[in-house]
């Protein structure tokens, strides 16, 4: 099964609290890969993981809403957003 998390403010960015427990959440159960879609603050912290990814998180989709603000105002607007993929 393929599950997907969304995670504001916390994992993988910083470490504790929400953080630990969705780490632990995803490790204990290896037989289902985790797509993660979170939102972060500061584009700079884009990347910037305080957790080493267990294999079982197939792709991580980062929207920063920074980003947000500085974007004009027009009929569609598309945020940039980050994919990783494990090979």
């Not at 890969?33 to 957790?51: A, H, N």
């Given at each position: 099964?393929?599950?997907?998390?969304?995670?504001?403010?916390?994992?993988?960015?910083?470490?504790?609290?929400?953080?630990?427990?969705?780490?632990?959440?995803?490790?204990?159960?290896?037989?289902?890969?985790?797509?993660?879609?979170?939102?972060c603050d500061?584009?700079?912290?884009?990347?910037?993981?305080?957790?080493?990814?267990?294999?079982?998180?197939?792709?991580?989709?980062?929207?920063?809403?920074?980003?947000?603000?500085?974007?004009?105002?027009?009929?569609?607007?598309?945020?940039?957003?980050?994919?990783?993929?494990?090979?």
């Amino acid at each position: 099964m393929r599950i997907c998390l969304v995670l504001e403010a916390s994992y993988p960015y910083v470490r504790g609290g929400v953080s630990s427990w969705v780490d632990e959440y995803i490790r204990n159960m290896p037989e289902h890969e985790f797509v993660l879609w979170t939102i972060c603050d500061q584009e700079k912290k884009r990347g910037q993981f305080k957790y080493d990814l267990p294999g079982n998180v197939v792709h991580v989709y980062e929207t920063c809403l920074d980003t947000a603000l500085n974007l004009r105002v027009r009929k569609s607007v598309d945020l940039k957003i980050t994919s990783y993929e494990k090979e």
